[in-house]
């Protein structure tokens, strides 16, 4: 994953470094379910958190914030008659402009829950900006082990899943584990995809 790699920004080239990033994510404390977890460098100073439906009070929805408490992307599961008879389940994700609206930037759909297994079955896609184009990525793995990673539309690995050994040794839970993003990849979208495939795992993000 070492190397370097054009810019791609999804929500804000902001969260893109020249250089690869490993990220440490943790679960918040078991006070309230769907609570979400906390993402913090190398120095524990906190990059991003992800509410879950125990802070919002609404289920299938998420919040990914900033280091500071702002709100970067609102995560909602698509719902209706038609989403309940299809196959996939639809995650989309909305940024917040600088006016508060909310824009379009990925798009997740979520396999039937038979076919989750499956390392192929999860798959985003990007909303185009101005510059470039749609983009499509992958999970590859399974993620409730933390042996998963994001892949792009060529196999190419774009942020990866993981636990320290020696982390994975004191701990028999999965609560804590890090994350190591190419560079130029969007860090805020990287979390974005792990917020949804925590609360599709039925994790801390999930009632």
Same mark, same amino acid.
């Given at each position: 994953?070492?190397?370097?790699?054009?810019?791609?920004?999804?929500?804000?080239?902001?969260?893109?470094?020249?250089?690869?990033?490993?990220?440490?994510?943790?679960?918040?404390?078991?006070?309230?379910?769907?609570?979400?977890?906390?993402?913090?460098?190398?120095?524990?100073?906190?990059?991003?958190?992800?509410?879950?439906?125990?802070?919002?009070?609404?289920?299938?929805?998420?919040?990914?914030?900033?280091?500071?408490? +702002?709100?970067?992307?609102? =995560?909602?599961?698509?719902? /209706?008659? #038609?989403? *309940?008879?299809?196959?996939? &389940? @639809?995650?989309?994700?909305?940024?917040?402009?600088?006016?508060?609206?909310?824009?379009?930037?990925?798009?997740?759909?979520?396999?039937?829950?038979?076919?989750?297994?499956?390392?192929?079955?999860?798959?985003?896609?990007?909303?185009?900006?101005?510059?470039?184009?749609?983009?499509?990525?992958?999970?590859?793995?399974?993620?409730? +082990?933390?042996?998963?990673? =994001?892949?792009?539309?060529? /196999?190419? #690995?774009? *942020?990866?899943?993981?636990? &320290? @050994?020696?982390?994975?040794?004191?701990?028999?839970?999965?609560?804590?584990?890090?994350?190591?993003?190419?560079?130029?990849?969007?860090?805020?979208?990287?979390?974005?995809?792990?917020?949804?495939?925590?609360?599709?795992?039925?994790?801390?993000?999930?009632?």
């Amino acid at each position: 994953m070492v190397g370097k790699a054009n810019t791609m920004p999804v929500i804000s080239k902001l969260y893109c470094s020249s250089s690869q990033v490993v990220l440490a994510v943790r679960r918040r404390p078991h006070v309230v379910n769907g609570g979400g977890f906390v993402v913090m460098d190398c120095s524990q100073m906190v990059v991003f958190r992800v509410d879950g439906c125990g802070v919002l009070g609404t289920k299938g929805e998420l919040v990914l914030r900033d280091g500071n408490g +702002d709100a970067l992307l609102l =995560i909602r599961r698509k719902g /209706g008659m #038609v989403e *309940a008879l299809s196959i996939h &389940k @639809k995650w989309k994700g909305y940024s917040f402009d600088y006016e508060g609206s909310q824009k379009l930037v990925f798009t997740l759909k979520e396999p039937a829950r038979s076919c989750l297994a499956n390392n192929n079955a999860i798959r985003i896609s990007t909303e185009p900006k101005s510059s470039s184009k749609q983009c499509e990525y992958g999970i590859n793995g399974y993620f409730p +082990d933390r042996k998963c990673s =994001i892949i792009d539309s060529t /196999g190419n #690995v774009v *942020a990866q899943v993981g636990v &320290k @050994k020696e982390v994975e040794e004191l701990m028999a839970s999965k609560d804590v584990y890090q994350v190591v993003v190419r560079p130029g990849i969007d860090q805020a979208f990287v979390f974005g995809v792990i917020a949804v495939l925590d609360y599709i795992y039925g994790e801390s993000t999930r009632c």
